[in-house]
């Protein structure tokens, strides 16, 4: 008798012996999916703008072996030397998190800033950000070193809700997420098929979560919510925002060799947000 092969085993979500960069690790979300990683064995380096040190004293005292870095994940040379200091200090790199990205108030609608005057360097920042930067740069610097080395590696890029439903207000935002997604199935296929299927690509679409670059739409300063916060709370099923935590499990079955079959995938982290069509 033929028996199937599972891939059921609790050690294929292990990351003992990988090596994460995490770039734009320093944010909430970013150094949330840091500790994950780390503490399920990897050895971690978070690269970001600023607050690198505190991040690496911060996973240090989880007893995560941790790395801090300054980089700008606009300019590959940072990401070069990012990712230099990264395989000096831990070896070469196996999982490549693109946690850079966000939004910014001159390139959302509001009752002062209709869509026609919003100015082209503020959406230009925004989809920047969020693409390039948070994307296709870092992955064109450390995709590269991978493909070389020949070792099973994973990419994992953030997308957002606002790729697959567009959301009112935030149009270079919501673009740039498109983007996003369809660069994560595209550079999916294109490693698969240039360098033998050991290079996978996936990305986490995280619904609300509460951050700094959204929290002025959601909430009032008085931290109640506004009334789009509202909207939103009542079209995600599960009734809350999204924790950092909560992309934990999601980020390092996807680094992990429990998805060693999965690429190309965008997957939804968001209380049921994408699956509620509002009756």
Do not use: C
Not at 60 to 86: C, D, S, V
Not at 103 to 120: G, Q, V, W
Not at 194 to 221: M, S
């Amino acid at each position: 008798m033929i028996m199937p092969m599972t891939n059921t085993d609790a050690g294929k979500f292990s990351l003992a012996s990988r090596t994460v960069l995490v770039s734009g690790g320093t944010g909430v979300l970013g150094l949330a999916m840091a500790e994950a990683l780390g503490l399920a064995g990897a050895r971690v380096a978070v690269a970001g703008l600023a607050g690198y040190a505190e991040a690496q004293s911060y996973l240090a005292g989880k007893g995560i072996k941790a790395l801090g870095l300054p980089m700008n994940a606009f300019k590959k040379g940072e990401i070069e030397e990012a990712h230099r200091r990264t395989a000096a200090e831990f070896g070469p790199v196996d999982v490549l998190v693109n946690a850079a990205g966000g939004n910014m108030k001159e390139a959302t609608t509001s009752p002062d800033l209709k869509f026609f005057d919003i100015p082209l360097e503020a959406l230009e920042k925004v989809v920047g950000l969020n693409l390039f930067a948070g994307a296709v740069l870092p992955s064109q610097v450390v995709g590269k070193a991978m493909a070389e080395s020949g070792r099973p590696a994973s990419i994992i890029n953030i997308s957002s809700m606002n790729a697959f439903r567009p959301l009112t207000r935030i149009a270079g935002y919501s673009a740039a997420k498109a983007s996003v997604n369809n660069f994560t199935q595209w550079l999916a296929v294109h490693l698969a098929r240039e360098y033998g299927g050991k290079i996978r690509v996936n990305a986490i679409a995280p619904g609300f979560f509460l951050t700094e670059q959204n929290r002025f739409l959601l909430t009032e300063k008085d931290g109640s919510l506004t009334a789009r916060g509202k909207t939103v709370l009542e079209h995600t099923p599960m009734g809350r925002f999204g924790e950092p935590g909560d992309l934990a499990g999601t980020v390092v079955w996807l680094a992990s060799d429990a998805s060693a079959f999965v690429t190309g995938t965008v997957i939804p982290v968001d209380g049921g947000f994408s699956a509620f069509s509002g009756v």
